[in-house]
C-alpha cells in the first residue's frame, strides 16, 4: 500500500491532494482571489497566498483523507514550469515534509500531470493516446505513448488557448480569470453573430495571437461607432469569439488524429472545462468514432490530485528526487 501526498503551487491555485494505491482520497483547492482586481495573476502576490495557505490546505487535505502524517510513504510536488516565487513555496514544503519524515520526495511537471489526470477516474486511455492539453500558459498536442513517454507533436507559437480567453475578457473589461465567464455569457450568445479570423498556421502548431488583435480592433471600432456596443452585444461576442479559439483548437486535433491514427483521444488542462469545447469535441469523437476522454470539471484546472497521481506512478517505478531538486520556471515535458 503507498500513500502520496501531492503538492501543487505552480500558478494562483494552492492545492494538496493524498492519493492511497492510486486513489484519490482528498483534493483541497484554495483559489486566490488578490488577483481579480489586478486582470492576471500577479507573481509576488501569489507567492505570498501560497505561503499563508499551504500549512492548513495540507492539514486539510490529510484530514478529509482520514491519514495520519506519519503513514504518508512519499511526496509529490510541481516542480515546473509556472511562476518560480509560487514553485519555491511547494518545492520548500515539499523537501522541508520530505526530510523531517525521511520519504522519498518525487519531482512532477505540470503539463504531464494535466495529461496523467486521466488516470484519476475511470475509465481511462489506453496507450498511445492523443492529448489535447490547453491551459493559461500553455496549449500541446501530446502522443502519449506510455506515463511518462510522450511525444510533443504540436504547441502554440504564442499566446496559449486560455489565455485568448482571458486577454479577451480583459478586452471585454470582465475580471481575471475570463475564461469561465466567456463560457457562461457565450451559452446565451449567437456564436454566428460576429466572424473572427481563423489563423493560417501550418502542421499542428497553434497561433492565437493575431485573434486577440483582431478581436481588439473589432471592439474598438464597434465602440467608438456604439459606444455600449460590448454591454449590449456581451453574449454574442463571447460565443462568437469562444467558437472561433473551439474551431482552432478543433480542426488541429482532427489533424492530429489523423496523421497519427490515434482513436483514444482526451482533452487536458484548464481551458478542458469549457463548454463549447468540451461539446465539439464530443460531437467530432462520435463523428470520427474516436473515444473521448475529458477529466471531471475539478480535475481540469489547477489542482494536486493530478500532482498526486503523477506522485503514484513515479511512486510505482521508484523514480524519486534527492533534496538538492530545483523548481523551474520554464520546463519542457
Ligand atoms: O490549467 P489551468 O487551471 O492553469 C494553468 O496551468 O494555466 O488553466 C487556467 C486557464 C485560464 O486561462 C482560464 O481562463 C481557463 O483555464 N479556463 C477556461 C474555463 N475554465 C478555466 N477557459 C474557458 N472556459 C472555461 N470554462
Ligand atoms: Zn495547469
Known amino acids: 500500500m503507498s500513500i502520496i501526498l501531492g503538492i501543487e503551487s505552480s500558478c494562483d491555485e494552492t492545492s494538496a491532494a493524498i492519493c492511497i494505491d492510486g486513489k484519490i482520497c482528498s483534493n483541497i ?6 488577483h481579480e482586481k489586478f ?6 502576490l501569489a507567492s505570498r497566498a501560497h ?3 499551504i500549512i492548513p490546505t495540507v492539514e486539510q487535505a490529510v484530514r478529509a483523507a482520514k491519514v495520519h502524517k506519519n503513514d504518508i510513504d512519499a511526496v509529490a510536488f510541481t516542480r515546473g514550469p ?5 514553485l519555491l513555496v511547494g518545492t520548500s514544503f515539499a523537501k522541508g515534509f520530505a526530510l523531517a519524515r525521511n520519504i522519498p520526495l518525487i519531482d512532477i511537471n505540470h503539463m504531464q500531470a494535466h495529461i496523467l489526470a486521466h488516470f484519476i477516474e475511470e475509465p481511462a486511455p489506453e496507450f498511445p493516446f492523443l492529448c ?23 504547441q502554440t507559437l504564442d499566446d ?13 473589461g470582465l475580471p481575471y480569470p475570463g475564461g469561465p465567464l466567456i463560457d457562461r455569457y457565450a451559452q446565451r450568445g449567437n456564436a454566428n453573430a460576429f466572424a473572427f479570423p481563423e489563423p493560417q498556421i501550418s502542421g499542428l502548431n497553434f497561433s492565437f495571437s493575431g485573434l486577440k488583435t483582431s478581436i481588439l480592433y473589432f471592439v474598438q471600432k464597434m465602440e467608438a461607432e456604439q459606444p455600449n456596443f460590448i454591454h449590449d452585444h456581451l453574449d454574442d461576442i463571447c460565443a462568437s469569439v469562444q467558437a472561433r479559439i473551439v ?21 487536458a488542462g484548464g481551458v478542458s472545462a469549457n463548454s463549447g469545447l468540451r461539446a465539439a469535441v464530443t460531437e467530432l469523437g462520435e463523428e470520427q468514432g474516436w473515444r473521448v476522454f475529458i477529466p471531471r470539471f475539478e480535475y481540469c484546472t489547477d489542482n494536486a490530485a493530478m500532482i498526486a497521481i503523477a506522485g503514484h506512478y513515479k511512486y510505482l517505478a521508484r523514480d524519486f528526487v534527492g533534496q538538492d531538486v530545483a523548481p523551474q520556471a520554464r520546463y519542457g515535458l
Open 247 to 267: 474551431s482552432i483548437l478543433i480542426s488541429k486535433l482532427k489533424r492530429a488524429a489523423e496523421a497519427t491514427g490515434v482513436m483514444d483521444i482526451a482533452v
Open 160 to 172: 496559449a488557448a486560455g489565455e485568448a480567453f482571458d486577454k479577451t475578457a480583459k478586452i471585454l
Open 39 to 44: 486582470g492576471g495573476v500577479v507573481p509576488e
Open 82 to 86: 509556472g511562476l518560480l516565487g509560487s
Open 132 to 154: 489535447l492539453t490547453v491551459s493559461g500558459g500553455h496549449t500541446q498536442l501530446v502522443l502519449m505513448k506510455d506515463y511518462f513517454q510522450m511525444e510533443l507533436i504540436g
Open 51 to 53: 505561503q499563508q495557505n
Open 29 to 34: 483547492i484554495a483559489n486566490q482571489t488578490v
